[in-house]
């Protein structure tokens, strides 16, 4: 009996304390997230980006001309394609692909520069027996990798905003 009072005192002092212990999560988003209409976007060498990349950054932000944007993102892309696995007869069974973005916020008010930062993001495919196989798996991994720098790249704006 009086181990049990025990054992229920500790589970209720550990349950209490984990309650209490103030994590919140930094990279969540939440209810209070950040309004994506009021994010200007400006892709810094547009010409060097692939189709997929400018894509998925239209995407992410959508444009509406009639809010004011309180806030530009210069965002600087660079695509790294690299061979992972090759075979013995020297082809290349597997290429990993790296998103790397440059990112600036600013106040558009101010021209206050708010946030300077980097992401990186990686992906992978195999090489298939078809190039078009091929050039259509790297297209999708590419957009992908972007899709997560930018999901990334949202977060930490949203925590360091907050």
């Given at each position: 009996?009086f181990?049990?009072?025990?054992?229920?005192?500790?589970?209720?002092?550990l349950?209490?304390?984990?309650v209490s212990c103030g994590?919140?999560?930094m990279?969540?988003?939440?209810?209070?997230s950040i309004?994506l209409?009021?994010?200007?976007?400006?892709?810094i060498n547009?010409s060097?980006a692939?189709r997929e990349?400018?894509?998925?950054?239209?995407?992410?932000?959508?444009s509406s001309?009639e809010?004011?944007?309180?806030?530009v993102?210069?965002?600087e892309v660079?695509?790294n394609?690299?061979?992972?696995?090759?075979?013995t007869d020297?082809t290349?069974?597997?290429?990993g692909?790296?998103?790397?973005?440059y990112?600036?916020v600013?106040?558009?008010?101010?021209n206050?520069?708010l946030?300077?930062?980097?992401?990186?993001?990686?992906s992978q495919y195999?090489?298939?027996t078809?190039?078009i196989?091929t050039?259509?798996?790297?297209?999708?991994?590419i957009?992908?990798?972007?899709?997560?720098?930018?999901?990334?790249?949202?977060?930490k704006?949203?925590?360091?905003?907050s």
């Amino acid at each position: 009996m009086f181990h049990n009072i025990i054992r229920i005192s500790l589970l209720i002092s550990l349950f209490s304390y984990l309650v209490s212990c103030g994590f919140k999560p930094m990279y969540k988003f939440s209810e209070n997230s950040i309004d994506l209409n009021s994010y200007s976007i400006n892709i810094i060498n547009v010409s060097n980006a692939s189709r997929e990349i400018k894509e998925e950054i239209i995407k992410s932000f959508p444009s509406s001309s009639e809010t004011k944007k309180d806030y530009v993102i210069d965002i600087e892309v660079f695509e790294n394609s690299d061979p992972l696995i090759t075979n013995t007869d020297g082809t290349i069974s597997k290429y990993g692909i790296e998103i790397i973005m440059y990112y600036k916020v600013k106040d558009t008010n101010t021209n206050k520069l708010l946030i300077d930062d980097i992401i990186r993001s990686f992906s992978q495919y195999t090489v298939e027996t078809s190039e078009i196989e091929t050039e259509d798996k790297k297209k999708r991994m590419i957009r992908t990798a972007t899709s997560s720098a930018i999901q990334m790249m949202i977060s930490k704006i949203q925590s360091d905003t907050s």
